[in-house]
Nanobody, 115 residues
Framework: QVQVVESGGGLVQPGGSLRLSCAVS????????MAWYRQAPGKQRDLVAR???????NYADSVKGRFTISRDNAKNTVYLQMNSLKPDDTAVYYC?????????WGRGTQVTVSS
C-alpha cells in the first residue's frame, strides 16, 4: 500500500520560512502527480501547489511568489519551500499523490505562523 508521509511543519514567526517534505513509500514516483493542500480550522481543504510528473507547476494565487514546489525523484520526495510566511498561512498542510486515477493522502503537518 502506498504511504504518504509529511514532515517539516512547526511554529514560525511572520516573515519566516519553512520547508515541508513529503515522502512516498511505494509505486513509481516519477509517474505521480504531486500536490500540497492546506486546511485551516473551520475551512475547506484548498490546493496550495501542484507539480506534475513532467514537472509542470501551478500555485494558488495566495502563495505565488512566496512558495515553491519541487520534487526529487531519486528520493521519492516532494518539497514545499515556504517563504515570507503570513499568519493566514496557518493550517494543516497535506500532501497528495495521484496516479492512474488513484489518490493518496498523508496525515498532514501543522504549520503555525505567529509572533
Amino acid at each position: 500500500q502506498v504511504q504518504v508521509v509529511e514532515s517539516g511543519g512547526g511554529l514560525v514567526q511572520p516573515g519566516g520560512s519553512l520547508r515541508l517534505s513529503c515522502a512516498v513509500s511505494r509505486g513509481i514516483f516519477i509517474a505521480y502527480h504531486m500536490a500540497w493542500y492546506r486546511q485551516a480550522p473551520g475551512k475547506q481543504r484548498d490546493l496550495v501547489a501542484r507539480i506534475s510528473s513532467d514537472w509542470r507547476t501551478n500555485y494558488a494565487d495566495s502563495v505565488k511568489g512566496r512558495f515553491t514546489i519541487s520534487r526529487d525523484n531519486a528520493k521519492n520526495t516532494v518539497y514545499l519551500q515556504m517563504n515570507s510566511l503570513k499568519p493566514d498561512d496557518t493550517a494543516v498542510y497535506y500532501c497528495n499523490a495521484q496516479f492512474s486515477g488513484q489518490s493518496y493522502w498523508g496525515r498532514g503537518t501543522q504549520v503555525t505562523v505567529s509572533s
